[in-house]
């Protein structure tokens, strides 16, 4: 029971399209699992973006390899057949059909001469199990996640006071008080009575969300909650946002899901996600943008 790399699929992808003839994707898929013995969990498993599942992009890249071989064809929109080419290649009886494979086909050559962009060195794909849209993926969540941590020795860098702005200006990013940055209010230094900032929820202030910001390397525990706790009762407020750089233990987590008021708990980790996919403290390197052919574009009917 596994997800083969895109790779160890080719060849039972050729088979497939070669006894059942002309094959939808779907029907490659199953035929695909069948053989590796993929359960339906696996197949439903999603690369680090969290938009495709790895099982379906591995199969759709052995699919690409074997068409620029010229092994199998696509008759119309995701449906495949097999070539003649392919199937006098079957009838060698290969063990296994990787991209080193497929450097001996005339169709594949022509392709890497003209483009220069098949070669195995330059894709990794001879010494790399990964897709390219994996290896994309990968690479692109080690960036984010340096980043993040990059980030978060920044905020910890900060003074107390302004990493109480910087969450309130995160919470306006997320919508809060109608977007609106005159709906925000940092606390006074002294005498804020557990609370550090204020925001109310909508355009119109028909409620009030109360924070509390701390920029601590100690986990939080349930003492620190039940004190903010305490601070909203004072306010006569039912919603606060507790944010720190460290963690929560599973005491304060504890202590948040009995309480009738609701508190929602944002760690070091949570925090740099979202400021990252709001773009608060951070700003757009590079952008890469992966195009695809519109079939609908060239839909002559």
């Known amino acids: 029971m596994s997800i083969p790399d895109f790779q160890s699929a080719m060849l039972p992808i050729l088979k497939v399209v070669s006894e059942k003839g002309e094959s939808s994707t779907s029907t490659i898929r199953d035929g695909v699992a069948i053989v590796f013995k993929t359960t339906e969990q696996e197949r439903r498993e999603l ?9 379906d992009n591995r199969v759709a890249w052995s699919i690409t390899y074997l068409k620029m071989a010229g092994l199998v064809q696509s008759p119309k ?10 199937s006098q290649f079957l009838k060698t009886n290969p063990e296994r059909i990787d991209t080193n494979v497929l450097q001996q086909f005339e169709s594949l050559q022509e392709k890497k001469f ?7 060195d330059s894709l990794g794909v001879n010494e790399y199990t990964q897709t390219p849209d994996e290896m994309m993926e990968i690479g692109y969540s080690k960036i984010r996640k340096d980043l993040a941590e990059e980030l978060l020795n920044k905020i910890k860098s900060c003074n107390p006071y302004f990493f109480e702005s910087i969450v309130l ?4 990013k997320l919508g809060y008080g109608g977007s609106d940055e005159k709906n925000k209010k940092v606390t006074k230094k002294s005498n804020d009575e557990g609370i550090d900032g204020i925001i109310k929820e909508d355009k119109l202030g028909l409620d009030l969300i109360y924070v509390q910001a701390k920029k601590w390397e100690n986990p939080v525990g349930g003492t620190e909650i039940q004190k903010f706790a305490g601070a909203l009762q004072v306010q006569r407020a039912k919603k606060g946002i507790f944010i720190t750089t460290s963690m929560f233990t599973a005491n304060a987590h504890e202590y948040v899901s009995k309480m009738d008021s609701k508190i929602v708990l944002i760690d070091g980790a949570k925090l740099t996600d979202l400021m990252i996919e709001h773009n608060v403290g951070v700003s757009t390197k590079q952008t890469y943008e992966i195009k695809r052919v519109d079939l609908e574009y060239f839909n002559e009917d």
């Open 47 to 55: 690369l680090p973006s969290g938009k495709t599942r790895i099982f």
């Open 77 to 86: 929109r995701s449906f495949y057949s097999i070539t003649s080419e392919g």
């Open 114 to 120: 003209k483009t220069n962009t098949l070669q195995g």
């Open 169 to 172: 200006d995160l919470l306006i």
